[in-house]
């Protein structure tokens, strides 16, 4: 029953029940004989404030058979673990793998690309941060994270949704023009081509 231990163990990992998701995780590598689940052990161990035991794991022997994807995921936890013990460049240093070299939209690149511009940015580094920070967007065709809005941040630009709808307050609604009082019943369209000018939201 390896693969139901599995699925419960990343349904609670999912929620943040970090102890009864170890749990299940660790019956399961133990039924299977499978090591892909080591990143969410080791994240677990983070969750449940344990980095010393998060890098403890990213050193087993059994994680050098891992696929690119788990492998580099378990590098991430491994930083994020020096960070939570005050090591940011030690943080940076497990982010220095050949994968960085990757130009390609990988599924695991712009996890990769953002956790070491995350760390860059740690270190004060905001150019280097910011190139790391493009690539992760420029590969990142899932929107698995946030690397535009924080690339807009560190170069100062505002990012608008154009699809949101503005919303006037009482102290900001335009007044209707001089001679279209009691129009305001009709459609946005019905306003606009009685010459009411645009709709709102449309600007």
């Given amino acids: 029953m390896g693969v139901v231990r599995e699925a419960a163990g990343i349904a609670a990992y999912s929620i943040g029940k970090w102890q009864e998701a170890l749990s299940d995780l660790r019956a399961a590598r133990r039924m299977t004989g499978r090591h892909n689940l080591l990143p969410i052990i080791a994240d ?3 969750g449940l404030g344990r ?3 998060a890098l403890e794991i990213a050193r087993d022997p059994a994680a050098s058979a891992l696929d690119t994807e788990d492998r580099v995921e378990l590098r991430i936890v491994a930083s994020g673990a020096r960070r939570d013990l005050g090591q940011p460049d030690a943080a940076l240093v497990e982010l220095q793998v050949p994968e960085l070299k990757e130009r390609r939209a990988r599924p695991w690149a712009a996890r990769l690309f953002y956790a070491y511009a ?3 940015l740690e270190l004060g580094r905001r150019e280097d941060a910011r190139e ?3 690539r992760a967007s420029a590969v990142d065709r899932e929107g698995g994270t946030d690397a535009d809005e924080r ?3 560190l170069e100062g630009v505002e990012i608008v949704d ?6 006037w307050t009482d102290a900001e609604e335009p007044e209707e023009p001089e001679g279209l009082e ?3 019943t009709g459609s946005p369209e019905s ?3 009685a010459g009411g000018g645009q709709p709102r939201g449309d600007s």
Wanted: a negative charge; hydrophobic letters at 35%; aromatic letters at 8%.
């Fill in 51 to 53: 980095p010393e035991r």
């Fill in 191 to 193: 306003r606009a081509s």
């Fill in 44 to 46: 677990c161990e983070r």
């Fill in 132 to 134: 790391y920070f493009s």
């Fill in 151 to 153: 690339l807009a941040e």
């Fill in 182 to 184: 009691g129009m305001g």
């Fill in 118 to 120: 995350d760390a860059l």
């Fill in 162 to 167: 154009a699809d949101e709808d503005i919303v």
